[in-house]
């Protein structure tokens, strides 16, 4: 950099702008802002038009508006929730102002008569259209709007952080900016650039946080403008560089060959009731290849509900065994494990393999035991939960550590299993198991540092789960499906959802709900289930369901994860429009595990977007995970698909694998390129698209 260019806006700590005090410098870490540099990479989500005066009887609901008027009259209504009422009139027309948190000088500041500008989201209360907690200003030229607002940006916020506040900030990093460019080095070389017609950094920054009066609303809205795809190919680039590097570093790791003859696998597959699928079987024979060299294994399985997962790592656990090498396999939870303790047993205990079971329940002697038998070797293979983490657990020699369902532990607990493997410099293999299907175009792109399989076929022989639609209304004649077939001996889940994302609102649903079953369905032993419940007093729940003790489960998406009860052969799902299609089919393929014909009853609330009726369409008609994941993403864009974060999955701040393939395959010549010519931008790079995480500093 020249020396007389100003500090490095990467260095400049983001209190240094004016009005960023100790309150505010915390909100900011939230977001992780730090740098000014890290302020001008927090981009808009949107913009909104602020160019024109709404009139007030113009407005509908759902509006976004620009409003002006005279206060008519405030009042302070104590309802259920206290709230500050203003209405504001207009020549020829009113809204209603509602504020829920308001200080003294706000309520002074709208009194009668007061003129107002308000710019807020117009929705229909219970009496009138309203606004909820506009931005409101005092101070303007009535009937006049300032140029330069048609495309008011809007900014990812955190509580505290208020919209004027994020322009305040970026206009003041902005102009630092404009007053010396070369304060925010490009570290991505205009080679790169030019044949892709992409505008440098500084000018793409100041594009998106001010785009100019006539800037293309609907390019900007898609992410399609250019100003957008630079900086989308630089975070790109950023991921190729860091996926070539892990690849570079776990190349130097060394695992311990499990080279073998197969015949303890050999004879698990003759005890076996059933032969392999085509699917599993190309599976295991990538996984048992990966087995026999001496670099880590790290490959992600990925299966369908049902798919038979569990059989596949059972006979990648021999292939350590056979070699002289511990195996372990870690669920997320007590149920899940026990339940791969039942299979692995019967499976792997003709042969001679002893399986111990790591649970929480274990204390005293029998735990030291238990300990004693995995440290000494005694124990082949070991299943548990995350208790296999724990400082007092070492293995004697572990060669393979599996995880089932990985999307529910983090990247962290994944390398701490393996860390724990790791021995005379030696590193365990790995194997991740999920039902989560990806579709392979995208997991190539994204999964950080693993390799992939896909069992893409189901065991032969399965009753498709029949699922319908019904909408709430008929809520009754559910409830008499329910007693019905529980009365014939089987078990049902009744599975409660809400949109929001709190947890105590979720279990009160539940809890209602549940309540409300006991009440209309008096004979049925129901059990309850919800993410407010202690993990220990919601096994005892579980367990007696799977073994029949209860008739009905009422739970919240905590059940999820693959509990096998076979006799469960109806599911009820409120609210399914809430959910993702992955998550709908998750939760369904809790049921058609036996060979009864299993029903999935989809209680929407009616009536349904023309998005959300398509969505049920697709769920009801298609059966695979891998299809529906297509479909999924097809309707709602790659960004919420991988919305519920993934261990050793990239996570892309503003790129989009799918929908910008043609740039990520620039990106990955690209990267080439710069290790090439200009390797010493390329750890720049890595680290302000992705410093702050750890999956791209360990392997
Ligand atoms: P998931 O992939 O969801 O973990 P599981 O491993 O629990 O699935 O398998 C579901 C059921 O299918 C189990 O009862 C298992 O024994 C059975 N199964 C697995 N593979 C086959 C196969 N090739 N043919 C028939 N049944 C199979
Ligand atoms: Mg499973």
Known sequence: MAADSGPALERMPVDRLKRVGPRMLERLQRLRIRSVQDLLFHLPYRYQDRSRLHALRDLCDGDEALVEGVV???QISQGRRRSLKVWLCDDGGSLMLRFFHFTTSQLESMGPGQCLRCFGEVRQGPQSLEMVHPEVQHRFDAGTVAVGQAMTPVYPST???????????????????????????????????????????????????????????????????????????????????????????RRRLRAPPLNVRGDLRRQLLRGLPF??????????????????????????????????????????????????????????????????????????????????????????????????????????????????????????????????????FGVHQRLRLRGKGEQDGLTPHQLIMTATPIPRSLAMAVYADLDLSVIDELPPGRTPISTVAVPDTRRDEVIERVRTACAAGRQAYWVCTLVEESEALQAQAAEDTAAALRESLPELRVGLVHGRIKAADREPVMQAFAAGELDLLVATTVIEVGVDVPNASLMIIENPERLGLAQL?????????????SYCLLLYHPPLG????????????????????????????????????QAGMAQFRLADPLRDQALMQAAQQGADRMLEHWPEHVEPLIHRWLGEREECGQV
């Not at 292939?319 to 899940?336: D, N, R, S, W, Y």
């Not at 329940?361 to 070991?382: F, T, Y």
């Not at 089919?585 to 014909?597: D, M, N, P, W």
């Not at 398509?614 to 529906?628: C, D, Q, T, W, Y």
């Open 72 to 74: 008519a009259d405030a």
């Open 159 to 249: 509580e505290g952080m208020q919209q004027v506040t994020w322009r305040g900030l970026t206009d003041q990093a902005l102009a630092l900016l404009r007053r010396d460019p070369r304060t925010l080095h490009d570290w991505v070389p205009a080679q790169l650039l030019a044949p892709l017609h992409l505008p440098p950094l500084g000018e793409a920054l100041v594009y998106l946080h001010r785009p100019p009066p006539e800037a293309p609303l609907e390019q900007l809205a898609e992410r399609a403008h250019p100003a957008f795809l630079r900086l989308a190919f630089e975070e790109m680039l950023a991921h190729q560089l860091a996926l070539r590097r892990l690849r570079r570093a």
């Open 275 to 408: 032969g392999l699928t085509g699917a599993q079987q190309r599976v295991l024979d990538e996984i048992a290849a990966d087995l026999g060299r001496s670099e880590p294994m790290m490959r992600l399985l990925q299966g369908d509900v049902g798919s038979g997962k569990t059989v596949v790592a059972a006979l990648a656990a021999l292939q350590a065994v056979e070699a002289g090498f511990q195996a372990a396999i870690m669920a997320p939870t007590e149920l899940l494990s026990e339940q791969h303790l039942r299979n692995l047993s019967r499976w792997l205990a003709p042969l001679g393999v002893s399986v111990a079971w790591l649970s929480g329940r274990h204390k005293g002697a029998e735990r030291r035991g238990i300990l004693a038998d995995i440290a000494g070797g005694d124990a082949a293979v070991v299943v548990g939960t995350h208790a296999l983490f724990q400082d007092e657990v070492r293995f004697h020699r572990l060669g393979l550590a599996m995880i089932d369902e990985q999307h529910r």
């Open 585 to 597: 089919h998750q939760l369904r393929g809790r049921v058609g595990r036996g060979t009864v014909q």
């Open 610 to 645: 023309a998005t959300a009726r398509e969505r049920l369409g697709i769920l009801r008609k298609e059966v695979s995970g891998f299809a529906i994941a297509d479909a999924d993403l097809r309707l709602r864009g790659a960004g919420e698909v991988l919305g519920t974060r």
